[in-house]
């Protein structure tokens, strides 16, 4: 079956645009999450949606970024004004549930350069 | 979230068993622990997980300390294509479960 796909595979744009990522999830997938990875490192959580409720968006680094889910379809992350740090690749996943004890499906990533 | 320790690296001849460390002696008693693996140039995959007992899968096995201060993930035969970075996970209940708090994990290489 299909699995997490996210688009662009790559995107660069130049310092103080704003870009746009896009995350599918596995169909009946309630829960999604979006990571950060920057280079070498290990991913950072940003956001995470389930079902109707209240994200939580504790992972959020700043107020340039925001993220919507319609339902329990896309996902779209958004940067606004974006600063070379934000220059990592950006990973979204799904799961069946919420919960500590589901598997956590994830999408082969979004590479962000920003010049 | 509970801190875990991992080593750096680990190397392994193809063929033979691979064991991989993680402690994570804060862990709760209501948090599972969870192993995935990045491959190259991918987003990461699940492995396995566990909450007290031993488990096994088709893909690993995974061998919990009876206090659950430690674990270590079992790979029985390398190959090529476990080589990868392998991040041990402590998964909380409550208000951040199923967020996953990745640390560096350990980068394992598989020789032919």
């Known amino acids: 079956g299909a699995g997490v796909s996210q688009s662009p595979s790559n995107k660069v744009t130049e310092k103080g645009k704003d870009v746009e990522l896009r995350c599918d999830p596995i169909s009946g997938h309630t829960a999604l999450y979006w990571y950060r990875q920057r280079l070498g490192q290990g991913l950072e959580f940003l956001i995470y949606f389930q079902g109707n409720s209240a994200p939580d968006k504790s992972g959020l680094p700043s107020d340039r970024f925001s993220a919507e889910r319609t339902g329990e379809s896309v996902s779209t992350l958004t940067i606004q004004r974006t600063q070379q740090e934000d220059s990592a690749v950006y990973l979204c996943?799904?799961?069946?549930?919420?919960?500590?004890?589901?598997?956590?499906?994830f999408g082969p990533g979004t590479r962000l350069t920003v010049l | 979230d509970a801190k875990t320790t991992q080593p750096n690296s680990m190397e392994s001849n193809e063929e033979e068993p691979v064991h991989l460390p993680c402690n994570h002696s804060t862990i709760s008693g209501t948090d599972y622990i969870h192993w995935y693996r990045q491959l190259p140039s991918q987003g990461p995959e699940y492995v396995i997980h566990?909450?007290?007992s031993n488990v096994n899968n088709r893909m690993a096995s995974l061998a919990i300390a009876e206090d659950r201060k430690s674990s270590t993930l079992i790979l029985h035969r390398a190959t090529l294509r476990d080589a990868a970075v392998y991040y041990c996970?402590?998964?909380?209940?409550?208000?951040?479960?199923?967020?996953?708090?990745f640390g560096q994990g350990t980068i394992l290489t598989v020789h032919p």
């Open positions: 566990g909450l007290t």
């Open positions: 996943a799904s799961s069946l549930a919420p919960g500590p004890y589901n598997e956590q499906f």
């Open positions: 996970i402590p998964s909380a209940g409550g208000t951040s479960y199923g967020k996953l708090t």
